[in-house]
């Protein structure tokens, strides 16, 4: 067995959740580095048909992934398409609490058997000939029955595949021979004691089509390396460039980003002016981008270049001519309504006499809002709580921990392989006192549609606008490289690494 050499933020983080005054969770204080080494990815596996066809083969048709959530199907007879690589399965709910899920197809010559989402069906009846199936799977009826010689009712019953459950998560499972989901998942459920996902409904559901490989944009949400030049802006209110430490366990990894641990040689750079303009600085390099107007940004260097860039971070003038895209957009981009949170936190960042840290800031605003909708354990939960925890369930579920509502999944778009669908599912406390009205449609945004343009993600949408810009581009990249290969960090990359190590697995089984 190899010795751990890989380098961990273990003991700083251990350190921070010493000064806790709350108890913490013992699943916090789990340590489980992945084993040391770089890994190297074929860059063909995100281009490669026939690398695309092997993975529906061995995995999407074996391995157990999210299907729907129960606020898709509130009533008995409810039904939600799942499609994933070009298969589609039909998950309907079959009594109180049972869900079953079959494959999305007519016995007779085919025909999906529904495109969309519909409700309390008494049946299930194909649109082409009229075969018609009760919603438990038995024949219900065939038109013409006497024209199919030899056809025995009792071997027509729609195929299913099999269902697991995670909180309120409904997952399937194609593959008659697949491990229980129970050994699939592990202790992942360890890790949300505190408010389990079984007391979450479903606050928003947003989904767009991405130009890329579903590995591609799967992975870009793993790790917070890329928060550096992606998300600069997120540095400036107290983070550093390497506060996050990564476990990995059986079939999931976690991401716990502390905001709060020493930084690597960070430069340091005076407060900008408070003058109530929109304005920001790369901690990296101090340049600082302002808003002119929208679409509009005007950036200047600390050796006083300036110049000014359109949304694109095209030049339009000056000397300044080189700057970083993410930070235009932010800056120049549409923008989106100050939320709850952030007026709260920006009162009390003012007023902020003895110096509290921004994280422990943003956890007291959090307790507060959660004591009128959890008032049972709101004032129980420790700061770490509240810090962005992000696990990733192999192949593509990404729950987050804790008090964050994201949920990501990342599936392939039909069978091309350069083209994904990302969705953003937000979970949010069922209240104690019992009453939520949960989203039930997708919000569908176009292609070339702005994240801003679902506003239900708040701050976030511009976030996303910062890391989709990438993933077209990481696509490009990938034909345009020289290299066969990949190469992923050792410890910032532990997610990643361990998606590869299990698809590698995947792929070559048997
Ligand atoms: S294809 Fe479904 S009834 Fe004919
Ligand atoms: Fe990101």
Not at 54 to 79: F, N
Request: charged share 30%; net charge negative.
């Amino acid at each position: 067995m190899a010795t751990r050499s890989v380098r961990t933020i273990d003991p700083a983080y251990h350190k921070l959740l010493d000064q806790e005054s709350r108890p913490i969770p013992e699943s916090f204080r789990r340590d489980s580095p992945i084993e040391p080494g770089p890994t190297f990815v074929p860059v063909k596996r995100y281009y490669s048909k026939e690398f695309f066809d092997l993975e529906v083969e061995k995995i999407w048709k074996r391995v157990w992934q999210m299907a729907a959530h129960e606020d898709d199907l509130p009533d008995v007879g409810d039904y939600l398409p799942y499609d994933i690589a070009g298969l589609s399965f039909l998950v309907v709910k079959t009594d109180e609490n049972e869900y079953k899920a079959y494959y999305n197809a007519c016995l007779h010559r085919g025909r999906k058997l529904r495109e969309q989402r519909g409700k309390q069906a008494d049946e299930l009846r194909c649109p082409f000939h009229g075969w018609a199936w009760n919603i438990d799977g038995s024949l219900k009826q065939i038109p013409c029955q006497w024209d199919f010689p030899g056809l025995k009712r009792s071997e027509q019953a729609l195929p299913e595949v099999k269902v697991g459950r995670w909180g309120r998560y409904i997952f399937i499972n194609p593959d008659p021979d697949c491990e229980p989901f129970e050994d699939f998942i592990g202790d992942l459920p360890s890790h949300f004691k505190l408010l389990p996902y079984e007391k979450r409904y479903k606050e928003a559901h947003v989904a767009k089509i991405i130009p890329c490989n579903w590995k591609t944009a799967n992975e870009a949400f793993m790790e917070s390396y890329h928060v550096i030049a992606t998300h600069p802006q997120i540095l400036m209110g107290g983070a550093h460039d390497v506060d996050t430490k990564y476990d990995v366990f059986g079939n999931y990894s976690r991401a716990i980003r502390c905001g709060a641990l020493e930084s690597e040689g960070m430069p340091q750079w005076p407060p900008l002016p408070d003058d109530g303009k929109m304005r920001l600085r790369n901690p990296l390099n101090g340049f600082v981008y302002e808003r002119i107007e929208e679409g509009l940004v005007e950036v200047v260097s600390p050796d006083g270049r300036k110049g000014r860039f359109d949304i694109n971070a095209k030049c339009l003038e000056g000397d300044l001519t080189e700057v970083n895209p993410h930070l235009v957009n932010w800056a120049g981009g549409p923008q989106v309504a100050q939320t709850e949170f952030d007026k709260a936190f920006a009162e009390k960042a003012k007023k902020n006499e003895k110096k509290i840290h921004p994280r422990v800031l943003a956890a007291e605003i959090q307790r507060e809002s959660l004591r009128e909708v959890i008032p049972s354990i709101a004032d129980d939960i420790a700061d770490i709580e509240f810090t962005s925890i992000f696990f990733t369930l192999f192949p593509n579920f990404h729950p987050w921990g804790s008090f964050n509502k994201i949920n990501y999944r990342f599936r392939p778009h039909g069978t091309n392989p350069e083209e994904c669908v990302m969705e953003c599912i937000y979970l949010a406390p069922i209240p104690e006192d019992g009453k939520y009205e949960p989203c039930r449609e997708i919000h569908w945004l176009g292609i070339d549609d702005d994240w801003t343009e679902a506003p239900e993600l708040g701050m976030l949408a511009k976030v996303f606008n910062q890391d989709i810009r990438n993933l077209p581009l990481v696509q490009q990249g990938m034909h345009a490289t020289a290299m066969e290969n990949l190469q992923m960090a050792d410890y910032n990359e532990s997610k990643p690494r361990h998606f590869h190590m299990l698809l590698e697995e995947w792929i070559n089984r048997p």
